[in-house]
T-cell receptor, first 117, second 110 residues
Framework: EPEVTQTPSHQVTQMGQEVILRCVPI?????FYWYRQILGQKVEFLVS????????KSEIFDDQFSVERPDGSNFTLKIRSTKLEDSAMYFC???????????????FGPGTRLTVT | KNEVEQSPQNLTAQEGEFITINCSYS?????LHWLQQHPGGGIVSLFM???GKKKHGRLIATINIQEKHSSLHITASHPRDSAVYIC????????????FGQGTTLQVKP
């Protein structure tokens, strides 16, 4: 069964460093999403992406964050200068069509645990 | 006030018991996701529904759009059902943004 994959599974970085989190969505999916979950807290929406453009971003998704689909398969989240409070689990998700239309669900990757020291 | 509220926050059951987890939301939605998160952190989609009821194995999800309420039921619960169950509202609009509840931690004891 097709699945969303994410790499790395765990990334440790120093404050101020740039990190790139990678996701490979399911191949025929057109809509892509990033979410994060700080330890012990609920999952939060970061950004949605369609047709090489950001569809919506949250207030968390400030200038330090960017997303890109550099080729036909990868979808990346870049944090330019990491802060301690960026430590969280980051989930990528994808959907074939806009989630909600005709039961097109979002499928989640296993997550990347980012630790900023 | 959270836009998506779940109850209870924690639930302990004996194997075989019927379990209900509730979700209320205050925003306009086009659909609602029920998700399962295991201790390792991975999230699995269980259901997405926009009306009525869906059933998959021992899991049943219902939604009442007028009352802005959804329930997830587990029949004949088993220790392997132990996980965090999360409801996430798909906010009406064209961006696919999910608004998550805080999750219900379920432990099923043998």
């Amino acid at each position: 069964e097709p699945e969303v994959t994410q790499t790395p599974s765990h990334q440790v970085t120093q404050m101020g460093q740039e990190v790139i989190l990678r996701c490979v969505p399911i191949s025929n999916h057109l809509y892509f999403y990033w979410y994060r979950q700080i330890l012990g807290q609920k999952v939060e929406f970061l950004v949605s992406f369609y047709n090489n453009e950001i569809s919506e971003k949250s207030e968390i998704f400030d200038d330090q964050f960017s997303v890109e689909r550099p080729d036909g398969s990868n979808f990346t989240l870049k944090i330019r200068s990491t802060k301690l409070e960026d430590s969280a689990m980051y989930f990528c998700a994808s959907s074939e069509r806009l989630a909600g239309e005709s039961s097109y669900e979002q499928y989640f990757g296993p997550g990347t645990r980012l630790t900023v020291t | 006030k959270n836009e998506v509220e779940q109850s209870p926050q924690n639930l302990t059951a004996q194997e075989g018991e019927f379990i209900t987890i509730n979700c209320s939301y205050s925003v306009g939605i086009s659909a609602l996701h029920w998700l399962q998160q295991h201790p390792g952190g991975g999230i699995v989609s269980l259901f997405m529904l926009s009306s009525g009821k869906k059933k998959h194995g021992r899991l049943i999800a219902t939604i009442n759009i007028q009352e802005k309420h959804s329930s997830l039921h587990i029949t004949a619960s088993h220790p392997r059902d132990s996980a965090v169950y999360i409801c996430a509202a798909l906010r009406r609009g064209n961006t696919g943004k999910l608004i998550f509840g805080q999750g219900t931690t379920l432990q099923v004891k043998p």
